[in-house]
């Protein structure tokens, strides 16, 4: 199944538990899922291939509250609350061939050091994997779905899409490419998982707002998970299991992130939190994912043949 994106499979700016699904699919079934990025004062001048269902969405009017364009939701059958929805990512790929990067004032980890917006157009060569930066520079391209969530609770009500929360969003987390796999708590029935915010490359943190915001194909497996006790978002590499934090106090998402590591390196080898601490010092590694959502982002990552049980 492949949803396009258009003003009728879209929702800009918000993630809310009352939004109908736009499709339905089976535990374990693969789904594409096709995005676009970008507010109309980002386009790029002619010569540049601009979807059409972006100017369409930009035609139907301005978004209920400033946030990211995203595709969805799809509901997956029987996933209810207390469930966990297993999302392999199985391809990542470029849909135009131009990125943007905005630079804006008051905004961002500096928002006091720039006075004018910059708003910079990136060629991207999909068949390359580069971008071309102003000077010259040909930088790799690794796509990722900044924003990859599920709806919140229906008590939350509507939401923006820029915080990242307990029920994924806004995470930013550039390790998030093709061949890893996302695990996020189902909060309604069907989990109704929505993506978008294209990013070409990024690095930790994503200082100045933006990375290399982008329209993605995305092509899934969305899988209905009853034997996992995930309550916040997780992660896994083929080589590492990744905790996350997030809050608008970057301590306190480092500790968010340190004590949910500490609680699987125990529970998957069989040790106490005192050693799964000690093993957290000496083998894992705090990552700053991002700096620029209000609420800020925090992963920590172990490699996972180091989390063999003990018995």
């Given at each position: 199944?492949?949803i396009d994106a258009s003003p009728d499979t879209c929702h800009w700016g918000y993630f809310d538990a009352g939004r109908a699904s736009v499709a339905e699919i089976d535990s374990?079934?693969?789904?594409?899922?096709?995005?676009?990025?970008?507010?109309?004062?980002?386009?790029?001048?002619?010569?540049?291939?601009?979807?059409?269902?972006?100017?369409?969405?930009?035609?139907?009017?301005?978004?209920?509250?400033?946030?990211?364009?995203?595709?969805?939701?799809?509901?997956?059958?029987?996933?209810?609350?207390?469930?966990?929805?297993?999302?392999?990512?199985?391809?990542a790929s470029l849909r135009q061939d131009w990125g943007y990067n905005v630079i804006r004032p008051l905004s961002g980890t500096l928002p006091l050091d720039f006075d004018e917006?910059?708003?910079?157009?990136?060629?991207?060569?999909?068949?390359?994997?580069?971008?071309?930066?102003?000077?010259?520079?040909?930088?790799?391209?690794?796509?990722?779905?900044?924003?990859?969530?599920?709806?919140?609770?229906?008590?939350?009500?509507?939401?923006?899409?820029?915080?990242?929360?307990?029920?994924?969003?806004?995470?930013?987390?550039?390790?998030?490419?093709?061949?890893?796999?996302?695990?996020?708590?189902?909060?309604?029935?069907?989990?109704?998982?929505?993506?978008?915010?294209?990013?070409?490359?990024?690095?930790?943190?994503?200082?100045?707002?933006?990375?290399?915001?982008?329209?993605?194909?995305?092509?899934?497996?969305?899988?209905?998970?009853?034997?996992?006790?995930?309550?916040?978002?997780?992660?896994?590499?083929?080589?590492?299991?990744?905790?996350?934090?997030?809050?608008?106090?970057?301590?306190?998402?480092?500790?968010?992130?340190?004590?949910?590591?500490?609680?699987?390196?125990?529970?998957?080898?069989?040790?106490?939190?005192?050693?799964?601490?000690?093993?957290?010092?000496?083998?894992?590694?705090?990552?700053?994912?991002?700096?620029?959502?209000?609420?800020?982002?925090?992963?920590?990552?172990?490699?996972?043949?180091?989390?063999?049980?003990?018995?």
């Open positions: 199944m492949i374990g079934a693969e789904i594409t899922i096709n995005t676009v990025s970008g507010a109309p004062q980002v386009l790029p001048e002619e010569g540049y291939d601009v979807p059409p269902e972006l100017l369409a969405i930009h035609a139907a009017g301005p978004p209920p509250m400033p946030g990211h364009i995203l595709t969805g939701p799809v509901a997956v059958k029987g996933a209810m609350p207390g469930d966990v929805l297993q999302i392999d990512i199985i391809e917006t910059h708003l910079t157009i990136l060629p991207l060569d999909k068949a390359r994997g580069i971008a071309t930066l102003p000077w010259g520079l040909e930088l790799p391209l690794a796509p990722f779905f900044g924003v990859m969530g599920v709806a919140p609770p229906a008590e939350w009500g509507r939401i923006s899409t820029i915080e990242p929360r307990a029920h994924g969003g806004n995470i930013d987390n550039k390790e998030l490419v093709a061949g890893t796999t996302l695990y996020l708590p189902v909060h309604v029935e069907g989990a109704l998982f929505s993506c978008g915010d294209g990013h070409g490359a990024q690095g930790d943190g994503e200082v100045c707002v933006t990375a290399i915001e982008t329209a993605l194909q995305g092509r899934f497996r969305l899988t209905r998970r009853t034997d996992l006790d995930i309550t916040y978002p997780q992660a896994e590499t083929p080589s590492h299991l990744i905790t996350m934090g997030m809050h608008a106090d970057l301590d306190q998402a480092v500790e968010i992130a340190l004590r949910r590591m500490i609680t699987e390196v125990a529970h998957r080898i069989g040790i106490s939190r005192a050693e799964a601490y000690m093993l957290c010092s000496l083998a894992a590694d705090l990552r700053i994912t991002q700096t620029v959502n209000r609420e800020k982002g925090v992963h920590m990552m172990i490699a996972k043949d180091l989390l063999q049980s003990s018995t």
